[in-house]
């Protein structure tokens, strides 16, 4: 069922993604990791949904959304950074495989992040993020969503890997098996993996081969 929301503001968190901040629908039960589909209310848009995960926590009263823009898709993510604070979106009911399971190893490519956001965030307001790690690739630093925020959740548990550029505190390298197998000395503990699909199954692949479980490998199926 789609619910009618209203955008009341926006901000830029990067160059090229926005924190988008808007009404929620009285009832609205999303648990952290959770996705929704969201389209804009206009005839023009409103058939065209697209995956995005609330990076709001439980207790908010409103929604916020982190989404990257992709212009030279000319698509969604293009239109919805162009809105205004007024504008109406429309909101599925949540849905996904993406919940928190326990302490362990996040692992994110790009806008991947965003499922994790909301868990991080509830798990630092609880104190239970002991035995939580972060592994975060992105293309250039420039890139890092809330790198700050993530640096003082997990301090010297947060990794920072950079492919096309570096600065300090971002490694110029990608999260392949190699990395994996130097960063991670427990291959018995539980995995959050989320980004391009190819990244997902790359990385899942990786784990499994080193000695993961694929039972402990949370990821969107």
Same mark, same amino acid.
């Given at each position: 069922?789609?619910?009618?929301?209203?955008?009341?503001?926006?901000?830029?968190?990067?160059?090229?993604?926005?924190? *988008?901040?808007?009404?929620?629908?009285?009832?609205?039960?999303?648990? !952290?990791?959770?996705?929704? $589909?969201?389209?804009?209310?206009?005839?023009?848009?409103?058939?065209?949904?697209?995956? *995005?995960?609330?990076?709001?926590?439980?207790?908010?009263?409103?929604?916020?959304?982190?989404?990257?823009?992709?212009? $030279?898709?000319?698509?969604?993510? $293009?239109?919805?950074?162009?809105?205004? !604070?007024? %504008?109406?979106?429309?909101?599925? $009911?949540?849905?996904?495989? +993406?919940?928190?399971?326990? !302490?362990?190893?996040?692992? %994110?490519?790009?806008?991947?992040?965003?499922? *994790?956001?909301? +868990?991080?965030?509830?798990?630092?307001?609880?104190?239970?993020?002991?035995?939580?790690?972060?592994? *975060?690739?992105?293309?250039?630093?420039?890139?890092? +969503?809330?790198?700050?925020?993530?640096?003082?959740?997990?301090?010297?548990?947060?990794?920072?890997?950079?492919?096309?550029?570096?600065?300090?505190?971002?490694?110029?390298?990608?999260i392949d098996k190699d990395l994996l197998r130097e960063r991670i000395g427990d291959f018995g503990q539980r995995f959050?993996?989320?980004?391009?699909?190819?990244?997902?199954?790359?990385?899942?692949? %990786?784990?499994?081969?080193?000695?993961?479980?694929?039972?402990?490998?949370?990821?969107?199926?």
């Open positions: 069922m789609a619910h009618e929301i209203e955008l009341l503001m926006t901000e830029f968190v990067t160059h090229d993604v926005k924190r *988008f901040i808007t009404t929620r629908p009285p009832g609205f039960d999303v648990t !952290p990791g959770q996705g929704v $589909d969201l389209a804009i209310a206009t005839p023009e848009w409103s058939e065209k949904t697209r995956p *995005f995960t609330p990076t709001s926590l439980e207790e908010d009263r409103v929604l916020e959304f982190t989404i990257k823009r992709y212009p $030279d898709h000319q698509g969604v993510t $293009d239109a919805l950074h162009r809105l205004e !604070p007024g %504008a109406h979106l429309l909101v599925s $009911d949540p849905w996904g495989s +993406i919940r928190y399971e326990g !302490p362990g190893v996040f692992i %994110a490519g790009g806008a991947g992040i965003t499922p *994790f956001m909301a +868990i991080l965030r509830r798990l630092a307001r609880d104190g239970q993020l002991d035995g939580c790690t972060l592994l *975060f690739s992105n293309k250039t630093p420039a890139d890092i +969503i809330c790198a700050e925020e993530f640096r003082h959740y997990l301090g010297e548990r947060c990794t920072f890997l950079c492919t096309r550029a570096t600065a300090p505190g971002c490694e110029a390298r990608r959050y993996t989320c980004g391009p699909k190819v990244f997902v199954r790359e990385i899942n692949a %990786a784990l499994v081969e080193l000695g993961a479980s694929p039972e402990t490998i949370v990821f969107e199926k």
